[in-house]
């Protein structure tokens, strides 16, 4: 088994990390550790791995190095260990995964095994969510040296500030069956997202193995308004129940194609790709990853009451 392992992820020691890795992993299975460098990614290491006949890869790192991996992996039949060290370990909060280091390899060597979604965003791969406009802002304004220092909390602190300069833009958004036109502040198109990712939970409870996406319309266009929707959001992520807040809408597809007027900063699983336009699709069952099978929910959707909607099914 490869663990492909990056020092410079989170705010840990990585020679701890990687010391405390290898007395709970090595007893149990051969492991050919590989360190990622300024010069060799993840993903490079991953090929490389792979092309060598590896039965199954373990990432140790944030989830830019996460999804390097498992990109790498997606649609074969080589499972995915995750022992998360980054900022916001995001994936591994989406799917219910240990964060401390020990709990992550106990359940790695328990061997139980999950096969989730994965998806493409123009052509990149997706493993939590792609998010347009407020979302892409706040992470825009998360900069390196915050996050050094405040960790998460450097993401709250820049959605703080960019609640008052929330802007509205004209979003078309088309699915398999229809097309949808709506006034909004924020489109976050979720694979799978953690509850600390509350513009992404208008359906409370992103799928990850339901051959869907999920998508949350953020309509709002004051702080105030804002202020109350994103409560709502957080109460669902928590409670499970999804909203029902007037500026907030959500709906599930296979697919999305999202054009905005003007064009909107993107950012994909936590990294700025550039603006709209953007085509999201699913990959149903493309991951397969050590973790305990879970229930499946209900889809849902809701889009009565956003401003300026119109929704035109498309003709089979």
């Known amino acids: 088994m490869c663990l492909i392992f990056n020092p410079v992820a989170g705010q840990g020691?990585?020679?701890?990390?990687?010391?405390?890795?290898?007395?709970?992993l090595e007893p149990a299975i051969a492991l050919d550790v590989q360190m990622t460098t300024p010069d060799i990614s993840a993903a490079e290491l991953a090929k490389k791995a792979m092309e060598s006949g590896v039965t199954a890869l373990i990432a140790s790192g944030g989830d830019g190095t996460?999804?390097?991996?498992?990109?790498?992996?997606?649609?074969?039949?080589?499972?995915?260990?995750?022992?998360?060290?980054?900022?916001?370990?995001?994936?591994?909060?989406?799917?219910?995964?240990?964060?401390?280091?020990?709990?992550?390899?106990?359940?790695?060597?328990?061997?139980?095994?999950?096969i989730v979604d994965a998806a493409i965003c123009n052509g990149l791969p997706m493993l939590l969510l792609a998010g347009i406009g407020f979302e892409a802002e706040t992470v825009k304004n998360a900069g390196r040296e915050a996050k050094n220092w405040l960790g998460i909390l450097a993401y709250v602190a820049a959605g703080i500030e960019q609640l008052g300069k929330m802007q509205q833009f004209e979003a078309e958004i088309e699915t398999e069956d229809k097309i949808i036109t709506v006034t909004a502040a924020a489109l976050t198109i979720a694979n799978a997202a953690p509850p600390t990712s509350i513009l992404a939970q208008g359906v409370a409870g992103v799928v990850v193995d339901d051959g869907l996406l999920d998508l949350t319309i953020i309509s709002t266009k004051s702080k105030a308004t804002a202020i109350a929707a994103s409560f709502e959001l957080l109460t669902s992520a928590l409670s499970g129940e999804a909203v029902r807040h007037p500026d907030i809408g959500y709906l599930r597809a296979k697919s999305f194609k999202v054009k905005t007027d003007p064009p909107q900063r993107v950012v994909l699983d936590g990294e700025i790709i550039g603006h709209t336009p953007i085509e999201v699709k699913c990959i149903p069952n493309g991951l397969i990853i050590f973790a305990p099978q879970t229930e499946p929910t209900q889809p849902e959707e809701k889009l009565e009451g956003l401003p300026n909607l119109k929704v035109t099914l498309k003709s089979n």
């Open 13 to 24: 020691n990585p020679e701890q990390d990687l010391a405390m890795i290898r007395s709970i």
């Open 66 to 114: 996460i999804s390097a991996v498992a990109d790498a992996l997606i649609g074969k039949d080589i499972p995915l260990g995750i022992i998360s060290r980054g900022t916001a370990n995001g994936f591994v909060n989406a799917l219910g995964l240990p964060i401390a280091i020990a709990p992550a390899c106990e359940s790695i060597l328990a061997g139980h095994m999950r």
